[in-house]
């Protein structure tokens, strides 16, 4: 049960000052004629509504009469962290070369300059101790978002966001909180060797305490920045190397995501693709092929990766019933093999065959190009996946 | 390929993907051998250049540097001299003088770095540089010292008969837990290792409140989630225990720089023991501590063993103490023993930190005269003999009540008076807390999130099921509610 009012005007309760382990709920600020949604579970949260948040790939409707900016995807990275250190003064960043570097694919561009070295603090090589700063450093009272150079270096930091970042809360009986938020670019790119193409979400999944989402599009990546840093729980937000330049037409307005919504990015009836982050746009390539083909699929990026949104996931299932699900993660262990558990587990009776999960190969990411190619799921595996699911 | 780079020590990186050279300074060494923009062409060297076997840039290896502000341009005069007219050079990092002399620092100092202690081992202040503790403080050292020797006593004994599942004692360290923290204040957050209950115990937690964090009952505050002695309480600054080793350092040199942020008068105190210091975190904690001025007290208790590793095992230089130099923090060597010392030393160390805003590594010395755990018996790798000398010669607790037994502060009558009431108060404690229910099953799923998520309450649902269906194989006082 969700109750939607208007926010007209409202005044943002300013952040209350850092006591240590504040209770106080911080509120969203909201424009005038914006709109914001409690949720069920009494968290609000700025969003648009569902049909304004479903769009064609690569394009944006505006809900607001204004047109909007364009801008690539880092740079919507940036104007959601830098509208939040505006908004919090608790709101910091740390991370290897993200002062006046800027950050390796400029995600802190210009924000050392703005809000200085304290808070846009440069570390050393050091993943496993500066996640346990940020960790530190929120469990008296900060907003730490710590930015992993690559997703694969966050592997020397696993210790910190298993044992402590996950785990701290609920050992602690509640008394200490960890708001912190991991991101970093992961994923297969262009011949950056096996230890660079790594796809965390399938080790960090099954970490308790954590949020995990993945963003896909200019417009989801600010939400989803905004939405992330918001929280009062540790969220990792994974970025895709390869999507970083990718320009869209966004708000002007203010706006935060859901971070446990998925997105509907093109309706359909004859099969659901679930899919995220770059393979979305494998699959909407794909679809185009499907669409002259004459098949009508139902594509939603899940975004949310711990948890699943199975009510959206849910309703198209019963919809289509057939499911396929694409994914840049290696079969074993990967999100696609416990998305195929939990839509086995609670949609069994709609569907109408096995659900089918294209994955990379559990190999090593070759570093020649050809290679490489082969280990990421491309387009022509996934119309001939749906042709074969649609029989 | 290499290209020679004359006497400069930059590096260039030869990538293959279109990387336009960065616009160099005017002064810059490298403007005579690359046009400004994107080298597509073959740019010939100029006249300027110096090696005459240069190779001539290839057009389809293009360059970058990266420029750092911080860095100067270069010099075209390569060494610079200091007042003696000795040559320097200025290396990234600071200027540096050359030697003729080829010498290797040696791996051990002549002397191994002194040991700072103001009671000597009958109490007696061997200087009087020491702050002067008032008698209130003194006698309030005292008693929190010899409380936690008994509760350790008997708490120990309680999981030998099995009321509690496990135990770590301090006996051995209890001037390093007690007096460094009475020369805190109770705005200075702690992130302990596992083994400074003492500092809890001198900021109010109750006999009690440690008895029911023991027997995981539904007043203890972190809600029977963790293990014995991962005490944690946040009205007490005190951050909760976590089973990993040194993890707590780095998340100590955050939340200083947390305080640093807020300017306050306050600074983060982490603890650890000489097994600790062996670990990656303790290094880059430290390390990054010094870089980011962090106001942070880092206490390695030294207590000789790392369960059955000795320190000769451990480690080979002269202990912790000269590993500050290593990061460029200010370091002492403390009798840990001496409450005294320990306090004067902390003292110190927490004006220096907040005033200077930086980190100070504080080694203290002692001896772990109690075993690991409960699940040691240390007797199978280190001589009785030692443990004992230790236990009873060398006690911080005599130490210091002789000293203020000397100053007339306590008696006999007092010590026996206080140790009777300490044992009363742990046995009801213990009783007390051994008849306290269990935290009920909705506390499985509560704080893993802010607020429960539905495959949690998913789950909830079916364990309260299984639970209806099965009472049989469930304990009977774990409350369903």
Same mark, same amino acid.
């Given at each position: 049960m969700a109750a939607i009012f208007q926010g007209i005007g409202a005044a943002a309760a300013l952040p209350s000052a850092k006591k240590f382990h504040s209770q106080s709920r911080r509120f969203? =600020? /909201?424009?005038?004629?914006?709109?914001?949604?409690?949720?069920?579970?009494?968290?609000?949260?700025?969003?648009?509504?569902?049909?304004?948040?479903?769009?064609?790939?690569? =394009? /944006?409707?505006s809900t607001a009469s204004k047109p909007g900016h364009e801008l690539l995807l880092f740079e919507a990275l940036r104007e959601g962290l830098e509208e939040e250190m505006d908004r919090d003064p608790l709101v910091c960043v740390m991370g290897e070369d993200v002062g006046h570097y800027g950050g390796s694919y400029k995600v802190t561009k210009g924000l050392a300059a703005k809000y200085g070295d304290l808070r846009v603090l440069d570390t050393p090589i050091a993943e496993n101790s500066f996640t346990g700063m940020g960790i530190g450093a929120a469990m008296t009272g900060l907003r730490p978002i710590i930015e992993g150079m690559n997703m694969g270096f966050l592997l020397l930091a696993f210790n910190q966001i298993s044992n402590n970042c996950g785990m701290l809360h609920y050992t602690s009986g509640g008394q200490f909180k960890i708001p912190v938020v991991i991101r970093g670019p992961g994923g297969v790119g262009r011949q950056l060797g096996a230890e660079h193409s790594q796809r965390l979400e399938s080790y960090f999944q099954?970490?308790?305490?954590?949020?995990?989402?993945?963003?896909?599009t200019?417009?989801?990546?600010?939400?989803?920045?905004?939405a992330a840093i918001r929280s009062e729980n540790p969220v990792i937000l994974f970025e895709h190397v390869l999507l970083y330049n990718l320009k869209e037409r966004i708000p002007d307005d203010e706006y935060v995501l859901s971070l446990e919504e998925a997105e509907m990015v093109r309706p359909g009836e004859h099969v659901t693709i679930l899919t995220y982050s770059r393979m979305r746009y494998h699959v909407m390539q794909a679809a185009k092929t499907l669409v002259n083909k004459g098949y009508d699929p139902e594509v939603i990026d899940i975004r949310s990766l711990k948890p699943f949104d199975l009510y959206t996931i849910g309703n198209s299932v019963k919809k289509t019933h057939r499911v396929l699900i694409v994914e840049e993660c290696m079969r074993t262990g990967g999100i696609g093999a416990s998305l195929t558990a939990a839509i086995t587990e609670n949609f069994i009776d709609y569907l109408?065959?096995?659900?089918?999960?294209?994955?990379s190969q559990d190999v090593p990411t070759p570093y020649a190009g050809t290679l490489e190619e082969w280990t990421v799921v491309q387009p022509a595996q996934i119309v001939t996946a749906v042709e074969q699911l649609c029989q | 390929m290499a290209l020679p780079l004359g006497k400069s020590k930059r590096i260039l990186q030869c990538l293959k993907s279109k990387i336009c050279v960065v616009g160099l300074g005017k002064n810059s060494f490298?403007?005579?051998?690359?046009?400004?923009g994107c080298p597509s062409s073959?740019?010939?060297?100029?006249?300027?250049?110096?090696?005459?076997?240069?190779?001539?840039?290839n057009a389809a290896t293009q360059f970058a540097t990266r420029r750092f502000e911080s860095t100067k341009a270069e010099k075209h005069v390569d060494s610079l001299c200091d007042a003696e007219g000795n040559q320097l050079l200025d290396f990234p990092g600071g200027k540096v003088a050359f030697t003729s002399e080829m010498r290797f620092i040696p791996e051990s100092p002549m002397e191994r770095a002194h040991c700072y202690r103001v009671l000597d081992d009958n109490g007696q202040p061997n200087m009087s540089n020491f702050v002067q503790v008032s008698k209130e403080v003194a006698v309030k050292m005292y008693a929190t010292m010899l409380t936690l020797q008994v509760m350790d006593t008997i708490f120990y004994e309680a999981q030998r008969q099995g009321r509690i599942s496990f135990y770590v004692t301090s006996i051995g360290e209890e001037a390093i837990n007690v007096a460094s923290a009475a020369a805190l204040s109770i705005d200075d957050v702690i992130f302990p290792q596992y083994r400074e209950p003492g500092v809890l115990l001198w900021r109010g937690f109750t006999l009690q409140e440690f008895a029911n964090q023991c027997f995981g009952n539904k007043a203890d505050y972190g809600k029977g989630r963790q293990m014995p002695i991962h005490y944690g309480s946040n009205k007490h600054n005190y951050v909760t225990v976590s089973s990993t080793v040194a993890t707590q350092i780095p998340q100590a040199v955050g939340a200083a720089y947390s305080l640093k942020m807020d300017g306050k008068d306050a600074c983060t105190v982490t603890y650890f023991g000489d097994g600790g210091s062996s670990t990656g975190d303790f290094h880059a904690a430290l390390n990054f501590a010094a870089v980011m001025e962090a106001p942070v007290i880092f206490i390695c208790r030294n207590n000789g063993w790392a369960i059955s590793t000795p320190v000769s095992d451990q480690f080979r230089s002269d202990g912790v103490v000269v590993r500050g130099r290593g990061y460029g923090v200010r370091s002492i060597r403390v009798d840990g023993n001496d409450a005294l010392a320990m306090y004067t030393a902390v003292h110190a160390a927490r004006k220096m930190a907040i005033t200077e805003h930086r980190?100070?590594?504080?080694?203290?010395?002692?001896?772990?005269?109690g075993h690991h755990s409960t699940s040691d018996d240390s007797s199978k790798y280190r001589p009785v003999s030692e443990i004992e000398l230790w236990r009873m010669a060398r006690d911080p607790v005599s130490r210091l009540r002789r000293w203020i037994e000397s100053n007339d502060w306590w008696s006999g009558e007092a010590e026996s008076e206080l140790r009777s009431n300490v044992r009363k108060e742990v046995l009801d404690a213990i009783q007390v807390a051994e008849r306290v229910e269990k935290p009920p099953i909705a506390e499985i799923f509560t704080d893993v999130y802010d607020a429960p998520p539905s495959n949690l309450c998913e789950q909830e649902k079916l364990l309260r099921e299984t639970i209806r269906r099965y009472p049989q194989d469930y304990p009977p006082d774990v409350p369903a509610l």
């Open positions: 969203v =600020s /909201a424009r005038k004629g914006s709109l914001f949604v409690v949720r069920s579970d009494g968290r609000p949260s700025l969003v648009l509504p569902r049909g304004a948040a479903a769009k064609a790939d690569a =394009s /944006a409707t099954s970490i308790p305490g954590i949020q995990m989402v993945a963003c896909s200019p417009y989801n990546a600010k939400g989803l920045m905004k109408d065959a096995p659900i089918v999960c294209l994955s | 490298w403007s005579g051998w690359f046009h400004h073959m740019a010939p060297l100029a006249p300027t250049c110096r090696n005459p076997d240069a190779v001539l840039v980190p100070i590594l504080i080694e203290a010395l002692t001896y772990r005269a």
